[in-house]
């Protein structure tokens, strides 16, 4: 029998179990729920270009990000030249050479496949010696990797030492990897590209009004291909400040749910309630949408959307705690969670020893959107009178929205109650259209995201920024005096909506640098920030009964960790509130104070 | 079987509260209504028996401000019918509402027959009395009061109620169906209904208006509020001034004094 | 009875309430003022050994009727208006209890005179009665002029001290007789006694009261250990049973127990009348509230204005250094 017979029959028996579970996955994907992923094709591209082929994320973590990429190359090359050898085996008759006959072909496949053994024994090594916390150590990777490292090895061996034998083991291995691939989380080998194309464009976005979803085709296909795509390294876990302190979430865990759905879905099994059962409710609540899970993710997966999509459904049964539910209903009754008269919402002024404007009755130019903490909370308070005062000794033209300010809704959206955030924004609207104002300026991070991106520009509003911002920009304007420096080591929280969602991390640096005092940042900076866990609507939750430690503690002890810092700087009023609790359940209170930037500013003014 | 809840809006007391010029009712014209909190438990607690025993569920209540609210989300929350009694004075009496309630429930076209009428024990405003039994009365209905618990026996139509009596003792009734009951708390806290679903409620229910059979002081003497105040601690408790730490210490020394250590 | 002063006494399980007590005290006092003769009126069935209790009136009524061994709202008021039919009181003082809800409403509108609920204290001006009745969940102190024959009065518990209200005597008692007729509408099947909770509050001498202003579950450990350090238990108002952070056995109030222990710390507790109706008989009260206006500032003798998350870790400290220093 001909060679190029038994390949043929390889061949058809490989891509057609290959091809027949890639086409259940598509049938599954295409029953859910439609989601349009194909607008702006250009920057998509180039998403897949840095994260595909440039690995980005992975690189994150140095070592095994070189040896990924490494291995990545050598998949690509090796792919490349199996097809190529796969036609000219399966069609003898073509005038073709074979891949390694070609020279500079010859050179690529010898070079990667000495790096990627080499990689392969850096990753087998990191795997199996030092293993980073919450790495899937599943036998399907041990075979993929011993699958790859014979595709290497075996060519390799073919070009050194001749084809004969090492072909057919090269042949087999890889059309057996192929029709593995389906079946194991290597699928994501596959997947991956897709996910990124087709990923997210702003991450930080909130799903499309929907009921919510509870079942396969209540997602969306991209919600259900995160599950196809996650390779389990395990980056979103050990990101996660729920699944850090102990709580019931861990996204990966959650990405593996999806993937189970899908598989079950498409091997015909549909059975179990979805919510509930395979993801318990103590799960679904536990986030704080901090997305520094999206944020490390190397196929853009989406974890946060999927959450909140199930809590949109739980809201709709009035499935949640007591004292989220008393959120809600204070919410929609008096514009804040506390409960509290709006009529009151502006008392904290009565403090301050000039008037601020209210913008409803005189024109101002900046609209501060002080939001509810700052107002009603009086531990926030005192922050808040220092960057009233910060704003008027700088000569800034301000006024607020008295009782008419209503929580901006942001994590009303992410709690899933997306109506009462409609309300919520419908009557800020309405407050704004009465007002007076060129710009709007907010102290609370949260409020900032949503008024900046979801909320329709009203008055011909010129911009939305954070306060920090505007000092910054006052910095840099030279319009903000600050004689006395302040000779202090401090460190700096990026709050998660300032700095992974919409990239705000130089501006309060730059005032920091203005005051005169040393910034010694905390390893978890930047993007890498550490959520206190508040956010999502986590702040109006019981804590579940049984956890490790709070994400706030953790932060503060970092904090703590640093040499000589006494000062641990917040822009976010749930931040301020947050870490001083903590470091009284630390102990810490002597070793560390938490103040708002506005307070050091106020300071440095004179 | 047929079940209708009595809703009524009360002052929201979260909000400081104003006293009108005259000095003998509360200035009304900006407090905020909210439903009083045992209606709440009424509605919470006919919801309850309608999921268990398929029941329709009217609700009822004498317009007032922000009552369009309160009936949109009961109907949202799953009430099959909401209606409200049109063309009263505002500001009836506790007793003149429970009057213009029994005439319509009596003689609206539609309402009977009911099998089971739940409203709140007493609201907070119920100065001149209370709904339940004025309404059981008007009706000729038997009435029990301070209801925590409900199990409905279709079939001979008679109730089993919980009241709750001092000392957490409970009392377990049998009471003859058509009954009204006051309830003092439903079986389980009053449920969350989305805001999406209240403003779906808003689009799509209707609600009824029935006019007022009746002008509302049927012949007995109005309430003679003389003076309306503020009930300002009567400088009863000595206040403890000062930080934590002053206070406790001062507290300490109390407690000290009076051999409680 | 033309021209009494008559108080309803509740009798239930075989002993005349607490609240009955208080409302005899207030129609003992505004009886006096009037010049007005007080009467009592006992319901019951086989009840009539109770009168004795009622000594602090000039002279008792005493209804006995099969139907009326439980207090009835409907039945209860059903005698009371026939025993008014030829003679009408000056005024019937009615508590406001779980017990008696209901019945000065029904009997108010079936003899077609007024009602006034939520009385806390009556006021004679003039030879006419004024109440002082405390509306809004305590927020709003409301003064009417009680005229009508009766004036039917409803009176909130923890008006007067009981003690002033309870003298064992013997005084004149009328038999009444009275036709009730049985509908066979309502019936008792049974009482249901509370579960045994592990600790008995009424038995303790200090109990640390918690309510919604401690905000979070996760906060009740702070309370314990301020209990812990008196030598006390924890317990809490109808919110906080509510919303399960405590068991039914701590709720103190109207529908919970009433304790009488020699400390009681409020935290967080507004005051509203049905929790203070469970604790104003403690010793010493001592409240910390966030809002200075919190009707529970009216009955303690205490009251410190302040976070109570802040407060309590402080003074906790504080009294175990004391504790330590003592023993």
């Not at chain 3, 009408?88 to 779980?98: C, D, E, K, S, Y």
């Amino acid at each position: 029998m001909p060679d190029a017979l038994y390949l043929w029959i390889l061949t058809l028996a490989a891509f057609g179990l290959f091809g027949h579970r890639v086409f259940r996955y598509v049938k599954v994907l295409s029953g859910a729920r439609g989601e349009k992923r194909w607008d702006h094709p250009g920057q998509r591209l180039r998403l897949v270009l840095v994260n595909v082929f440039g690995q980005r994320r992975l690189i994150e973590e140095p070592v095994i990000g070189l040896a990924h990429l490494v291995i990545f190359w050598a998949f690509v090359f090796y792919a490349g030249s199996f097809f190529w050898n796969l036609v000219r085996g399966l069609f003898p008759f073509l005038p073709i050479p074979f891949a390694d006959q070609v020279g500079w072909m010859r050179i690529a496949l010898e070079a990667f496949g000495v790096l990627g053994l080499v990689a392969l024994a850096v990753a087998a090594v990191r795997r199996y010696i030092f293993p980073p916390d919450r790495l899937e150590k599943s036998r399907d990777a041990t075979i993929i990797l011993g699958l790859i490292a014979v595709v290497l090895g075996s060519s390799l061996a073919g070009q050194w030492f001749g084809w004969r034998s090492m072909w057919w083991l090269h042949m087999v291995t890889v059309l057996g990897f192929l029709a593995y691939l389906p079946y194991s989380k290597h699928l994501h080998l596959l997947a991956s590209p897709f996910a990124v194309f087709f990923g997210s464009l702003r991450p930080g976005s909130v799903p499309a009004p929907s009921p919510g979803a509870s079942s396969r085709e209540e997602f969306t296909w991209r919600q259900l291909f995160s599950g196809l795509a996650c390779a389990e390294c395990g980056r979103c876990d050990r990101s996660c400040p729920s699944f850090q302190g102990g709580f019931a979430l861990s996204p990966k865990m959650l990405m593996h749910h999806m993937k189970e759905l899908v598989r079950d879905a498409s091997a015909g099994h549909n059975g179990t309630s979805f919510v509930g059962d395979v993801v318990k409710r103590e799960e679904i609540w536990a986030c704080t949408t901090c997305l520094a899970c999206m944020e490390r993710c190397p196929v853009m997966n989406e974890h946060v959307p999927i959450l909140i999509e199930m809590r949109r459904r739980l809201v709709g049964e009035g499935d949640m705690d007591k004292s989220l539910q008393e959120a809600f209903k204070n919410l929609n009754r008096y514009g804040n969670s506390f409960g509290a008269p709006p009529r009151a919402r502006s008392k904290w002024t009565q403090q301050l020893d000039f008037p601020v404007k209210d913008a409803r009755k005189e024109p101002v130019q900046y609209l501060w959107f002080v939001g509810d903490f700052a107002s009603y909370d009086p531990r926030v308070n005192a922050a808040t009178c220092a960057a009233a005062r910060v704003f008027h000794n700088a000569g800034l033209d301000f006024g607020i929205l008295c009782e008419s300010e209503q929580n901006s809704g942001n994590d009303l959206r992410l709690a899933g109650e997306e109506g009462l955030y409609e309300s919520l924004q419908e009557k800020n609207l309405k407050a704004f259209r009465k007002a007076h104002f060129e710009e709007i300026v907010t102290t609370d991070p949260h409020s900032f995201q949503v008024l900046k991106h979801e909320y329709p520009a009203t008055n011909g509003a010129r911009s939305v920024r954070h306060h920090t911002q505007l000092l910054s920009d006052l910095v840099l304007q030279d319009k903000l005096p600050l004689p006395k420096k302040l000779h202090m080591r401090v460190t700096y929280h990026d709050p998660c909506y300032l700095g992974r969602y919409n990239a705000v991390f130089n501006a309060p640096r730059r005032v920091l640098a203005a005051l005169g005092v040393e910034l010694v940042e905390m390893p978890r900076n930047r993007t890498y920030s550490y959520c206190c866990g508040a956010g999502g609507g986590r702040i109006w939750m019981e804590d579940p009964p049984v956890f490790k430690e709070r994400p706030a503690v953790s932060r503060v002890r970092e904090a703590a960790s640093l040499p000589n810092v006494h000062t641990l700087v917040v822009v976010c009023p749930k931040d301020l509130v947050m870490f001083q609790d903590a470091l009284k359940t630390a102990g810490l209170e002597s070793r560390l104070q938490v103040r708002e930037l506005s307070e050091l500013v106020e300071q440095a003014m004179g | 079987m047929h079940i209708l809840v009595l809703l009524k809006m009360v002052p929201d007391v979260v909000e400081d509260l104003e006293i009108a010029s005259g000095g003998t009712a509360l200035d009304l014209d900006c407090q905020r209504m909210i439903l009083s909190e045992s209606d709440d438990h009424a509605l919470e607690q006919a919801l309850l028996l309608k999921e268990r025993h398929g029941a329709k569920l009217t609700v009822l209540a004498v317009d007032a401000a922000e009552v369009d609210d309160a009936l949109f989300t009961a109907a949202a929350k799953g009430a099959d019918r909401v209606m409200k009694i049109v063309g009263s004075d505002a500001g009836l009496t506790t007793r003149q509402a429970a009057r213009v309630l029994s005439q319509t429930i009596a003689e609206e076209p539609g309402l009977m027959p009911v099998d089971l009428i739940l409203t709140g024990v007493q609201a907070i405003d119920d100065l001149d009395g209370l709904i339940a039994p004025l309404v059981a009365d008007e009706l000729h209905m038997p009435y029990l009061g301070i209801i925590t618990g409900i199990a409905l026996d279709v079939s001979s139509d008679t109730a089993r109620a919980i009241k709750e009596y001092p000392s957490g003792v409970r009392g377990e009734f049998q009471i003859q169906l058509p009954a009204v009951l006051g309830i003092q708390a439903a079986e389980k806290p009053p449920r969350y209904v989305p805001v999406a679903k209240i403003r779906a409620a808003m689009k799509t229910v209707k609600i009824e208006c029935a006019q007022v059979l009746t002008l509302a002081d049927g012949g007995w003497p109005a309430v003679n509020v003389l003076e309306m105040k503020q009930n300002e601690p009567a400088g009863h408790a000595e206040m403890l001034e000062g930080a934590p730490a002053q206070v406790s210490a001062r507290l300490c020394e109390i407690l000290a004094g009076r051999g409680l250590f | 009875m033309t021209g009494n002063v008559c108080v309803f006494a509740e009798q239930w399980r075989g002993q005349i309430s607490e609240a009955t007590y208080e409302t005899l005290a207030l129609g003992r006092e505004v009886a006096d003022k009037l010049g007005a003769p007080l009467t009592a009126i006992l319901t019951g069935c086989n009840s009539r050994n109770l009168v004795r209790s009622l000594g602090v009136a000039d002279s008792v009524v005493y209804v006995d009727h099969p139907l009326l061994a439980e207090i009835l709202p409907q039945t209860c008021a059903a005698a009371l208006v026939q025993l008014f039919l030829n003679t009408r009181p000056l005024a019937l003082l009615v508590p406001l209890t779980n017990i008696s809800l209901g019945i000065g409403t029904l009997v108010g509108a079936r003899l077609g005179v007024p009602v006034i609920n939520f009385c806390k204290d009556i006021q004679v001006a003039g030879g006419r009665l004024e109440a002082r009745c405390v509306m809004y969940g305590g927020k709003i102190e409301a003064t009417v002029g009680a005229t009508g024959d009766p004036a039917v009065l409803g009176i909130w518990p923890g008006a007067r001290p009981a003690e002033k209200g309870h003298i064992e005597r013997a005084v004149p008692v009328t038999d009444a007789a009275v036709v009730l007729e049985d509908a066979e509408a309502i019936r008792l099947s049974k009482y249901i006694e509370p579960e045994a909770g592990d600790v008995d509050l009424t038995k303790q001498d200090v109990l640390v009261a918690v309510g919604r202003g401690i905000q979070d579950r996760g906060n009740l450990g702070l309370a314990e250990e301020l209990a812990k350090a008196l030598g006390g238990a924890v317990c809490g108002s109808r919110p906080v049973i509510d919303q399960g952070w405590l068991p039914l056995s701590r709720q103190i109030g109207k529908s919970g127990l009433t304790v009488r222990p020699k400390l009681y710390v409020a935290l967080g507790i507004s005051g509203a009348p049905e929790h203070v109706e469970g604790m104003k008989g403690a010793d010493l009260i001592v409240a910390v509230n966030s809002d200075p206006h919190a009707p529970i500032f009216n009955v303690a003798h205490y009251g410190i204005v302040g976070d109570v998350l802040d407060t309590l870790p402080v003074l906790t400290s504080m009294v175990e250094a004391r504790r330590a220093h003592v023993t």
